[in-house]
């Protein structure tokens, strides 16, 4: 609602046939441009067209692997064209896919696009937002800081990018093991300013893909639409192949795992040594009272050599390897969760935005069904008179939804909730 050209892209690419998805996967991508004049958008552009065409290119790479590779080489593309035009000079755009294997998830990730998950009532945020407000966060974790402290840092700056330097650091994240009934997520920030994740949570828990896609953005914009808005929602719905990642596993090479982890045995000193050197020790105090030096001399001596050697035979065991952990993963994600619930006051908002929506299309006497929309409306209000404000959210969140699909492509059906807002909803 408020940029006059869209700097988001995303590229969706499906494997065709069932072996294609468990050499390769589907791939997902969404990239969010910045930059002054057109530069945001051609950076994202690159950036997803790159990603799509170099993954594939990488078919001697594993596919974590070839993914990071892929946006590597990315990012070197998205470099070379703005240092090659001044009117594209450090232009640069946030790059976040998602490849579904049978293995599981693998999440590759620069910049503060985001990527959720939604399983059993839960949603987790399975990236790590590389803007300055997550990177002072997770500086200071475990400092106690007043909630006005980081409300003053500022939102919108990132401290990654695809473009801006020849190089860049890839964050790599799975592989998460899928389950029937997944629900991702990937959105820019454009949708996930303007929706919290309780909220996120409540649509896609609600709502098929496409409608739960749909309904993010009228949200978003609804809420004044700052920024382009970008979102793919993704469902698991058949039987998946889990194996165990570091066998016979297409995501990773032998030699792309950790280093394997060693361990020097240590060996245990023979009883008899102590106690011989114990007696050697008395003999040695024996002769000093009898002033015998030469023999205090030796005893000495023949005790400290017998414990160095000893010490040395202690510690310069064998060197093993430890057991390699049967699973391995990439990243640190999930970064956070919500649970699928709503409190008292996540149910007035959505009901606000409702009622706020509902009166802005009988004022514009726009053709809407009404009997259906009080339905769900007067379900709603029943919901959260009884404190059930769970049910009472997802009705509201399905009025909106039902409102603005009606709303939508009608003559002068800009942001219903806004005077002067610019280009058409959705």
């Known amino acids: 609602m408020r940029r006059s050209n869209n700097q988001d892209h995303y590229g969706v690419a499906i494997t065709q046939s069932w072996e294609d998805w468990q050499r390769r996967g589907h791939l997902f ?74 293995q599981g998830a693998v999440m590759g990730h620069v910049g503060d696009s985001r990527i959720y998950r939604l399983r059993r009532g839960k949603l987790e945020q399975m990236t ?7 990177e002072i966060k997770a500086a200071t974790q475990g400092k106690e800081y007043s ?16 473009g801006p330097s020849p190089e860049v650091e890839v964050d790599l994240e799975g592989a998460f093991p899928l389950e029937v009934g997944d629900t991702f997520m990937m959105c820019s920030d454009g949708a996930s300013g303007p929706v919290t994740d309780e909220e996120i949570a409540l649509i896609l828990h609600s709502l098929e893909p496409v409608k739960a896609a749909q309904l993010m953005i009228d ?44 361990e020097r045995v240590v060996r245990p000193i023979p009883r008899k040594l102590w106690l011989a050197l114990f007696l050697v020790l008395l003999v040695s ?18 005790t400290i050599f017998s414990t160095i050697f000893a010490l040395v035979y202690r510690f310069t065991g064998e060197l093993v390897r430890l057991p390699v952990k049967k699973k391995f993963r990439f990243g640190k994600g999930p970064y956070s969760e919500t649970h699928c619930n709503a409190d008292s006051q996540v149910a007035l908002n959505l009901k606000i935005l409702y009622d706020e929506l509902s009166e802005a299309a009988l004022a514009n006497e726009w053709t809407i069904d009404w009997d259906a929309i009080h339905q769900i409306g007067g379900q709603a209000d029943t919901e959260m008179k009884k404190g059930d404000y769970y049910q009472a959210s997802r009705h509201y969140l399905l009025g909106i939804g039902s409102l603005m699909a009606q709303i939508r492509g009608q003559k002068g059906s800009r942001n219903p909730l806004e005077e002067d807002s610019g280009p058409d909803v959705g």
């Open 29 to 102: 991508v969404v990239a969010d441009g910045m930059g002054a004049h057109a530069a945001g958008e051609l950076a994202s552009e690159i950036a997803v067209e790159q990603v799509r065409h170099l993954y594939k290119k990488y078919i001697d790479k594993k596919p974590a692997m070839a993914l990071t590779a892929a946006i590597e080489e990315a990012n070197m593309i998205i470099n070379r064209r703005g240092e090659s035009n001044a009117a594209f000079h450090k232009m640069g755009t946030t790059c976040s896919c998602l490849l579904l294997l049978p």
């Open 128 to 134: 790590f937002d590389h803007s300055m407000a997550w």
């Open 147 to 162: 909630e006005d402290v980081y409300a003053a840092i500022p939102k919108n700056v990132i401290t990654r990018s695809l």
């Open 219 to 262: 949200m978003a914009n609804l809420r004044g639409g700052p920024d382009n808005i970008t979102v793919i929602v993704v469902k698991v719905t058949g039987e998946q192949i889990t194996n165990d990642p570091c066998k016979n596993d297409p995501l990773i090479n032998e030699e792309d795992l950790p280093p394997p982890q060693v």
């Open 285 to 302: 105090g024996a002769a000093y009272f009898l002033h015998q030096p030469l023999v205090t001399l030796a005893g000495v001596l023949i």
